[in-house]
């Protein structure tokens, strides 16, 4: 009975373990996993997956507010020149309203007619000054006189064809 005993546990020592070496053989090939590894592989591959969306997630934000960044950086720029603009022409502005003041005056307008446009009252004379070498100031005084006096025709004919 002892043989046949020693013989069951050679067996049952044996077949175990060729069953373990089964389990390594199969596991080395990929055919079979175990319960335990397959559940760490999609642990590990759901981590992952998480690990990568996230990251995505973040660099979208990131460039998000980097644009949002430049794009506030050229608005400011734009508001700044816009109000330079506004400073130079609020500038010009009062230059002209100082002006339109100045010239409000009836002295200042009578003083402008009579220098730059050469008008009298009636009753004066004129009298210009007239340096010898400036043969163009002479031909103005010349025939100002004159047009005072002509008609209008008489204008134009001393204008196309002269005295």
């Not at 430049?70 to 010009?92: C, D, F, M, P």
């Not at 005084?141 to 064809?161: C, D, I, L």
Request: proline share 2%; charged share 15%; hydrophobic share 35%.
């Amino acid at each position: 009975m002892q043989s046949s005993s020693q013989g069951h546990t050679k067996k049952s020592h044996t077949s175990s373990r060729s069953e373990g070496n089964n389990a390594n053989v199969t596991s080395a090939i990929g055919m079979e996993e175990s319960a335990g590894r397959l559940r760490a592989k999609r642990s590990s591959l759901f981590t992952q997956t998480v690990l990568w969306v996230t990251a995505l997630i973040c660099i979208a934000f990131l460039l998000g507010s980097f644009t949002q960044a430049w794009s506030n950086n050229q608005l400011i720029q734009k508001v700044q020149l816009a109000q330079q603009q506004l400073e130079r022409t609020q500038a010009e502005h009062n230059r002209l309203v100082q002006m339109a003041k100045h010239y409000k005056d009836p002295s200042v307008i009578e003083n402008e007619a009579r220098q730059q446009l050469g008008y009298i009252r009636p009753g004066e004379h004129l009298l210009v000054v007239v340096n010898s070498n400036d043969q163009s100031q002479q031909n103005v005084h010349k025939q100002a006189p004159v047009e005072g006096k002509q008609s209008f025709w008489q204008e134009w004919w001393h204008t196309f064809f002269g005295n």
